[in-house]
């Protein structure tokens, strides 16, 4: 990443107040019509693995997942509703392409999961810009690009963050 491209992800990925929040209210679970997991991909096993637990916890999932380099994705991955986006997305300046911000802009969800312990910039500009009422993060840096954040750490497994974002969410509903 070049200096010019993490100025304007700094610069784009402001703090929001209070009053900029997308909603005030935390969705019940059980009422969320789609909600949606932000993933980087690591390898294509544990990836299987973890979107396994993803469908486990809300029936009407969508996947975006955030690829680095230029590995492909295999066969498994088109029938899982998961939409890659891929690190080359960016151009030089830090800007995603056309296409892509549309993809990117074109749905909204009831809820989005942030389910990296540890975001880099091109990630955490990808997790802002995804259309969703209300935001669950994981990491301490960008935790103002979310409504709410869970900092645990890295060594959870992906069951048991789902199950302790469950359980906070119907606890704070009452």
Aim: contains cysteine.
């Amino acid at each position: 990443m070049n200096f010019i491209q993490e100025r304007y992800y700094r610069r784009k990925i402001v703090p929001r107040s209070a009053n900029q929040r997308n909603t005030t209210a935390i969705p019940q679970l059980k009422e969320c019509k789609s909600v949606c997991f932000f993933y980087v991909y690591r390898q294509e096993e544990q990836a299987l693995r973890d979107i396994e637990s993803f469908k486990k916890f809300h029936k009407d999932i969508h996947v975006i997942m955030f690829v680095e380099g230029k590995p492909y994705l295999g066969p498994a991955f088109t029938k899982l509703n998961v939409s890659p986006f891929y690190e080359h997305y960016f151009n030089l300046f830090g800007r995603i392409s056309a296409d892509s911000r549309f993809n990117l802009l074109s749905q909204k969800y009831d809820l989005l999961i942030n389910t990296s312990p540890s975001l880099t910039l091109p990630e955490a500009m990808v997790h802002h810009m995804v259309q969703a009422d209300f935001k669950i993060g994981r990491d301490g840096a960008f935790e103002s690009i979310s409504d709410i954040s869970f900092l645990m750490d890295g060594e959870k497994t992906m069951d048991e963050y789902l199950q302790t974002i469950a359980r906070y969410l119907n606890s704070l509903n009452g």
